[in-house]
């Protein structure tokens, strides 16, 4: 039973700490809609996404004007891997698809939506191929499709051939998209352990493990933890560990209510909360200042690593006993381009990329939303997106590059996206070559621990 005190202090955590319901997802199976013609299988996708969300934009704006609580991105859909409905199809060109994607969401008013994505970790299809070369052109001819590769896992390693084809793919959407800064490559995530059932963009897709559909919510609310943790300044660590954990626990019923409600509303089963700190360019909602707020002078200085694992791990901790259902990447995000700290810390120079890579061993995603000179080679994104692979192949983690070599620019510019993107300060990659190191191609093995059978 909620008191006085519970419904005053959730009323400041949205008016004045930026707590939101940062998306509500559907995720649909458009495995039914594979085709041997292309032409047919594209109006089935169609036709099945508005059917099946066509209600999903009005539903959150009930529910954000009922509870009051604000839905950021009631607007996303995510549907089944493009590579693994394509695959029936008699075609090599992969880009239609995406456009009856962009042409569904347009349609039922989201803002976005994933699944032009495919699965390579341990080798590559035709279908597979096919997708991945169209990817540079799909994202410069649509609006709203988002799309992601899994180059690898624990249990089947990296795929190394994969991993090179994707540093010229990311080389590719920049160029493709130069007009505006190497936009395509925003809406463009490269993954090791991919998740299923992970909510937010860009590298939301629907996994094959799923039901026909469902919707799964993604909180936010780091503005929420900054406020509480101003309460406790100067206190030891278990202490601050402790209010963030009872402050996740608050965060994520929140989401657990308007999951179920939406579940409820749109006759579709209520898949998980995912719980991940997700942060805006908006001043007192970031992830970098929270980190700041336990002590450090500024995010990326010496001890940034052990303040987001403490971070990480207490939001988790939080969260897991407010909902049963927790899934999705959970835990706290570093895009460096949408969060106000963090562009502060890299525009300053305390935040460069190799603390990044160190500070995704501990966190939720990755390398996120990162811009880099657009000379950068196709080898040296490659080697990064490889790095970052190995960190979550060890570590049985999630792990994710989106990096954006912006055209024409070079280190200490600023690419400008605008709305939640934010802007990327352009920082440095290392001069020294890794060509030799991607030509070879082949599978990077999985580690020991992944033989659990």
Excluded: W
């Excluded at 707020?293 to 006993?321: F, I, Q, R, S, Y």
């Amino acid at each position: 039973m909620l008191d006085k005190n519970d419904v005053l202090s959730t009323v400041q955590m949205i008016d004045r700490q930026h707590l939101d319901i940062r998306t509500i997802t559907m995720g649909i199976s458009l495995l039914s809609c594979a085709d041997r013609d292309a032409k047919a299988a594209c109006e089935k996708i169609y036709d099945k996404i508005t059917r099946y969300a066509e209600g999903l934009v009005k539903t959150g704006e009930d529910i954000e004007r009922e509870f009051g609580i604000p839905i950021v991105n009631k607007r996303i859909s995510v549907v089944t891997p493009i590579a693994l409905v394509a695959a029936a199809s008699e075609t090599e060109d992969y880009v239609p698809f995406a456009v009856a994607l962009d042409r569904a969401a347009k349609a039922v008013g989201v803002n976005f939506i994933g699944g032009f994505s495919a699965l390579v970790q341990k080798g590559m299809t035709d279908a597979d191929r096919r997708l991945i070369a169209a990817i540079p052109e799909a994202l410069a001819v649509t609006d709203l499709v988002c799309s992601s590769v899994n180059v690898g896992s624990t249990k089947a390693g990296i795929n190394m051939d994969a991993v090179a084809l994707m540093g010229r793919t990311v080389k590719a959407a920049a160029e493709r998209t130069a007009d505006c800064g190497g936009f395509g490559c925003a809406k463009l995530v490269v993954f090791c352990n991919a998740v299923e059932d992970n909510p937010f963009m860009a590298g939301a897709f629907h996994g094959v493990g799923e039901p026909e559909r469902v919707i799964n919510v993604g909180v936010s609310g780091p503005g929420v933890v900054y406020h509480a943790l101003q309460s406790v300044k100067g206190q030891p660590f278990d202490v601050v560990a402790e209010t963030v954990k009872k402050t996740a626990f608050r965060i994520t019923r929140m989401g657990q209510l308007v999951a179920q409600e939406a579940s409820r509303r749109l006759n579709t089963p209520f898949g998980i909360v995912d719980l991940s700190l997700a942060p805006t360019p908006a001043v007192g909602d970031s992830v970098a200042r929270i980190l700041e707020e336990m002590g450090l002078e500024v995010c990326g200085t010496h001890g940034t690593t052990a303040a987001l694992a403490l971070l990480n791990d207490a939001v988790k901790k939080g969260g897991v006993m407010a909902s049963s259902s927790v899934g999705g990447l959970s835990g706290a995000f570093i895009p460096v381009s949408e969060d106000e700290g963090m562009i502060a810390a890299a525009s300053s120079g305390a935040l460069t990329l190799d603390k990044l890579e160190a500070m995704t061993c501990v966190c939720s995603v990755g390398l996120d939303m990162i811009a880099v000179p657009g000379d950068t080679s196709a080898e040296t994104i490659a080697a990064i997106i490889a790095d970052e692979a190995a960190i979550g192949m060890v570590n049985t983690k999630t792990t994710a590059v989106r990096i954006i070599p912006a055209p024409g620019c070079k280190v200490g510019d600023t690419v400008e996206f605008g709305g939640l993107l934010g802007s990327a300060p352009v920082q440095a990659v290392h001069p020294y070559s890794s060509v030799d190191f991607i030509a070879r191609g082949g599978r990077i093995p999985a580690p020991l621990h992944s033989l659990k059978n």
